[in-house]
């Protein structure tokens, strides 16, 4: 079994790109569109989509609570750190502590 995609054969991916196929039909009830259009704005639906999911509203605050916690320090430095440490999903940004 191939460990990189590199490594594929074409039927391999012809293979692949059918489960794909099979999933987007089982989720979304529909098929995935062959427009390259289509695929763009579903692509760019499905992020503006996602930011009103639970996981997003959870998310969002933590990460202004963060960044707000951050910008009292006197080391823009730390800033940085802190805020790539929220967007990484590090469990120092999840304890808050």
């Known amino acids: 079994m191939p460990r990189q995609d590199c490594e594929l054969l074409p039927e391999d991916l012809e293979k692949l790109v059918k489960s794909y196929k099979a999933v987007v039909q089982l989720e ?15 692509a760019v639906g499905a992020v503006f989509n996602s930011w009103m999911n639970q996981r997003a509203k959870t998310y969002r605050p933590l990460v202004i609570v963060r960044i707000c916690q951050s910008q009292s320090k006197e080391n823009s430095r730390d800033h940085t750190r802190s805020y790539l440490d929220a967007l990484s999903h590090q469990s120092e940004y999840v304890n808050m502590t």
Request: net charge negative; hydrophobic share 35%.
């Open 28 to 42: 979304l009830g529909e098929e995935f569109p062959e427009d390259p259009k289509a695929q763009l704005w579903g």
